[in-house]
């Protein structure tokens, strides 16, 4: 594992808790060699955890579309800071020079971009591992919906348990080290499935 993309908030949160989670996140990226994928940003948890990966020496890529460099938030000493046209881009940038992703808590936009990578692993087209690194149970309702979702018959029971959730740095790592792709299909009703199968070769 040499790059980890961290999805976090472009603000820094209400409880100063959330701050010392990326930082000392990012301490432990650059400690262990590995490099820092993220949003490119110098505002809130972002900037943080980017400031905390070079003050230990590692190595940030940052990916930001050209408006936000626009807004003035772009972080100018990151290691490599990749200009990009649009949001689309940037998450697909992030995808490929990633081998995994970690959220740390945020809003609209960590939600956004986390999501897009399980529904991709979901649909075949990646692989990596997706981890939502917490403290003070900020991410336990998330989870909690995600339950309901597999009660309801909406997410396959291994597709929910294909991620790590957490606050343990160490536990995080090695599991993403060791990970191992569920192969839970999208589809929970087979009839079902079949049915959208002949329909699709019928067109």
Not at 51 to 60: S, T, Y
Not at 131 to 144: I, K, Q, R, V, Y
Not at 151 to 159: K, P, T, V, W
């Amino acid at each position: 594992m040499k790059t980890l993309c961290v999805y976090c908030g472009s603000n820094a949160g209400g409880d100063p808790a959330y701050a010392a989670l990326a930082r000392d996140f990012g301490a432990r990226l650059a400690r262990d060699g590995i490099a820092l994928v993220y949003g490119g940003g110098n505002v809130g948890l972002m900037g943080i955890v980017a400031d905390a990966v070079l003050a230990g020496g590692g190595e940030v890529i940052g990916v930001i579309p050209q408006q936000l460099v626009d807004w003035e938030v772009a972080h100018k000493d990151v290691t490599r800071l990749e200009i990009v046209d649009s949001m689309h881009t940037r998450k697909a940038r992030m995808f490929e020079l990633a081998d995994g992703f970690v959220a740390l808590p945020g809003g609209f936009g960590t939600l956004d971009e986390m999501f897009e990578m399980l529904t991709w692993r979901q649909l075949g087209l990646g692989k990596k591992p997706c981890a939502f690194l917490d403290n003070n149970g900020f991410w336990e309702p998330l989870m909690a919906m995600l339950d309901t979702m597999v009660r309801e018959r909406f997410l396959h029971a291994e597709q929910r348990h294909d991620l790590w959730q957490g606050h343990d740095i160490d536990t995080l790592l090695t599991w993403m080290r060791n990970y191992i792709p569920a192969q839970a299909d999208k589809w929970l009703d087979e009839k079902r499935r079949s049915q959208l199968k002949l329909s699709s070769e019928d067109v």
